[in-house]
Every structure is written in structure tokens, then in C-alpha cells.
């Protein structure tokens, strides 16, 4: 006799009560991916203003839904508290990203929140690259992302920051930014990156990254990959990271859950693009044998 696998999730909970005065939108989206017929499809969703639904995309053979979130509004102003729920079933295989950049605005002393909930199940493969967040001179930004992964789940998972406008002279200039990455695997290894920076301030000082414009990290996690794979795949990424010197620098390593960190600093715009290209490319083909993904953004 055998049983089903059980999902690794957390019980959905109902929207915080927002008193009516308060500042700025609440915004939310629900996304549950399940397979049927070699084709990954969204069979519930769920969105509130700012969020706006797109209905996914299919760029290969693979069945992925590749799926834009869009927020029409143009990024995150003070008091705003924006929310993701986003849970991939069985064999499920989903490639998120936005359509531009996660832009947060100067705010007067609320601050901006995000929270992202990732529920990935068994056998199921989640490629999560949004585009980078700009926080403007004077904002207040925090975002937190939690992914819980079943047994054979992989997650990628991308996040980078700019300095500020950089155009405009804006660089770590803004007030608060605070940042927590928690992925958690079935066997109850996790990975957990968290941070809170203050350039006014001594103690959340930018430190190193300072001569930077651009900060960004690459995780890729699954208790479904062999130990001779991983190995591979790092030796790889260590090539792709020290392949242009005075450009970009970065690192990788193994940490406590199956998998890789990734964490690179750059000074434009183009070379972060181009190293999430080449680092997400090497990652599908290690881990699948799958070419590049063929963007559409637009």
C-alpha cells in the first residue's frame, strides 16, 4: 500500500483587518498552479488593486505557464502593503517574472511592505526572477519571501536591488530597506538570508557594496538533485561570476539546504542583466538539460 506525498503548505489565513484610515493601498494575489496533460495551468486566482492578472504564457514544449505580475500602478508608495500567495501542486512548473522594475517611492515615514508566500509541491519547479527594485531617494521599503518546498520540489529564486536613480544621482539614498529570504525544504533544512540597511546610520551602513549600483542574489534549491550535479553546477557559476573582473563581483556557495547561493554585486544595469542571463541559463541546463528562456516581456 503507498500513499500520496503531502504538500509541505501553510494554512491561508484572510486578509489583515486594515483600519479604513489607513495610508496607502492593500493589495493582493493568489496564484494555484496544477499539471494537467504536460501543460502547467492556473486553476485559482485572486488579485486586488494594485495587482493586475495576466493570464500565463507557454514559450516551449516544457508546458511551464510563464506568468507576469503586473502592477499597473508603477511601483510602492508609503503605507502600501502589497501580497503574493502563490502555490504550485504536483509536478506543477512555473516561471515568474515582471514586465519592469519594482519601483518604491520617497515616503514622509510609512513604510512600503511586501509579503510573498511560495508554496511549491512535490515534483514541482518554481523559476522565480522578478526584475530588480529601485527604492527612490527617502523610501521606506520591506519586503519578506518565504518558500516552503515538499519532497522533489525545486525552486529558483532571484533578487536584486538597485543603489537608487542612479541617473539622477540617487544612490543609497534612501531611508530603510529591509529584506528577509527564508526557503525551507521538507526535511526541515533551510536557507534564510536577512538584512536591514540604513545609509544614515552607522550600524545599517551599505558597507562594501557602497562602490556598487546593483546587488542581487541567485538561490537555487531541491532535495531532488544528485551531489555530482551540484558540484557541477558550482564550478560553473564560479567561471560565469569571475568571467568579468572590475565589472562584476561575486561568489557562490553550498549552504545548509541541497543546493547553491549566489551573490553578485555589479555597476550597470547591462552586466547585472547579462550574469542573471548566464547564471539562470547554466542552472536549467544542469539541472534539466533546458536551453535558455526565450523572454517576452512586452
Not at 498552479?33 to 507557454?58: K, N, Q
Not at 527617502?138 to 538597485?162: E, K, N, Y
Not at 558597507?207 to 551540484?230: R, T
Request: with cysteine.
Amino acid at each position: 500500500m503507498t500513499t500520496a506525498p503531502v504538500l509541505v503548505s501553510r494554512k491561508r489565513t484572510p486578509s489583515r483587518s486594515v483600519p479604513i484610515e489607513s495610508i496607502g493601498r492593500v493589495g493582493e494575489l493568489r496564484l494555484d498552479y496544477a499539471e494537467r496533460d504536460g501543460r502547467t495551468i492556473v486553476t485559482r486566482s485572486h488579485c486586488t488593486s494594485p495587482w493586475h492578472l495576466l493570464p500565463p504564457i507557454y514559450l516551449d514544449e516544457t508546458g511551464a505557464a510563464y506568468t507576469l505580475l503586473v502592477n499597473p500602478s508603477g511601483g510602492l508608495v508609503g503605507g502600501d502593503h502589497l501580497s503574493i500567495d502563490m502555490r504550485l501542486d504536483d509536478g506543477a512548473h512555473a516561471l515568474i517574472s515582471a514586465p519592469s522594475a519594482n519601483r518604491v517611492y520617497r515616503s514622509q515615514g510609512e513604510v512600503s511592505v511586501q509579503d510573498i508566500e511560495l508554496t511549491v509541491g512535490p515534483g514541482a519547479i518554481l523559476e522565480w526572477f522578478p526584475e530588480h527594485t529601485i527604492p527612490f531617494a527617502g523610501s521606506r521599503f520591506r519586503q519578506r519571501l518565504h518558500a516552503a518546498l515538499a519532497p522533489g520540489a525545486t525552486v529558483l529564486l532571484w533578487d536584486a536591488i538597485a543603489s537608487g536613480r542612479i541617473a539622477r544621482g540617487e544612490r543609497w539614498a534612501f531611508a530603510t530597506l529591509e529584506n528577509e529570504i527564508h526557503i525551507t525544504t521538507a526535511s526541515g533544512s533551510s536557507l534564510v538570508e536577512r538584512y536591514e540597511l540604513d545609509p544614515a546610520t552607522n550600524l545599517g551602513a551599505v558597507g562594501l557594496a557602497e562602490e556598487w549600483n546593483y546587488v542581487a542574489s541567485l538561490y537555487v534549491v531541491s532535495d531532488a538533485v544528485l551531489s555530482e550535479v551540484w558540484t557541477r553546477l558550482e564550478a560553473r557559476v564560479a567561471s560565469i561570476l569571475d568571467g568579468r573582473p572590475g565589472l562584476v563581483l561575486g561568489g557562490v556557495s553550498t549552504p545548509a539546504a541541497p543546493g547553491l547561493a549566489v551573490k553578485l554585486l555589479t555597476k550597470k544595469a547591462p552586466d547585472l542583466t547579462q550574469m542573471l542571463e548566464a547564471l539562470w541559463a547554466a542552472v536549467r541546463q544542469e539541472l534539466w538539460n533546458l536551453p535558455p528562456v526565450n523572454w517576452r516581456k512586452y
